[in-house]
């Protein structure tokens, strides 16, 4: 592993602690592989959209526990595939091996050769990016010069029940308007932020939905506590987590939490 923290901006550092563990992430994960009722295969949207030969180098920025690079594996690339996260707390080391390797590092200064990657991919990482500059500079400058870079994003329409539930959870609260990352890099944007970057950029949008048990429901909410720009206290938290639960059985259907799940995969060159 390695770790190079330096230039870590504040939020970086925020994003850092909140994926210290692979808690949160495992969470949201399990719940959408256990209740997607019209799923988004990733990998194999991924490997579409960029004609994989299996032999590539692949870095992906922001790889959390790293289930994108060990599917891609199991899907048969041989190539190297190299993991990059400003926290190493989520990363599963089952994934590691000498053609897999996690680097800890910010995705703003990359410790990584030049023209070393064919492909860099970041999946629902940008919106957590606030100098978008310093991230597509460095992504040239270890792509390769026929490479491509591959950016996925939510839809502002996603997850519909987990915005009006935390809207109104900060509105009792007087805690202001809540803030999502999504609003600052989404399917809907993506495309004319990352054209200001690259000369080719070509976007396609994967419909999927979310079934979600209503007693599961605030187990999925309190995954998505710790990204608000507001961190309640534990007294706090419960009382949310209740209030929740409460609304989450008032608007089920059938027992289910339905939740749209629009994403967009954007391929760039130059």
């Not at 719940?31 to 960029?50: A, G, M, Q, V």
């Not at 007294?235 to 209740?242: G, N, R, S």
Request: negative net charge; glycine residues 6%.
């Amino acid at each position: 592993i390695l770790d190079v923290m330096s230039g870590e901006t504040d939020q970086e550092g925020r994003w850092r602690e909140v994926y210290a563990s692979g808690e949160v992430l495992d969470t949201k994960l399990s719940i959408h592989d256990r209740y997607s009722s019209i799923p988004i295969d990733i990998t194999k949207e991924i490997r579409e959209s960029l004609s994989f030969k299996n032999n590539e180098n692949l870095l992906d920025i922001g790889c959390g526990t790293g289930k994108f690079l060990n599917d891609l594996r199991q899907s048969g690339h041989n190539g190297l595939l190299v993991g990059l996260d400003i926290s190493s707390g989520g990363f599963s080391r089952e994934y590691e091996s000498d053609d897999t390797q996690f680097v800890q590092a910010s995705g703003l200064s990359l410790p990584l050769p030049n023209s070393h990657f064919k492909f860099v991919t970041s999946l629902h990482a940008l919106s957590h990016i606030k100098v978008m500059d310093s991230l597509m500079s460095e992504v040239k400058r270890v792509l390769a010069s026929d490479g491509s870079f591959l950016v996925t994003a939510n839809s502002l329409a996603n997850y519909t029940h987990v915005r009006e539930f935390r809207d109104r959870v900060f509105e009792s609260r007087g805690w202001g308007t809540a803030k999502f990352t999504t609003n600052t890099f989404n399917a809907e944007n993506a495309n004319g932020i990352l054209s200001s970057y690259w000369q080719n950029v070509e976007t396609k949008i994967v419909e999927g939905e979310l079934q979600i048990p209503a007693n599961m429901f605030k187990n999925y909410f309190e995954a998505n506590i710790p990204v608000c720009d507001h961190q309640p206290n534990e007294t706090e938290k419960q009382e949310i987590l209740d209030e929740v639960n409460t609304w989450a059985h008032k608007v089920a259907k059938n027992g289910f939490i339905t939740e749209p799940k629009w994403m967009s995969f954007s391929v760039c060159t130059d």
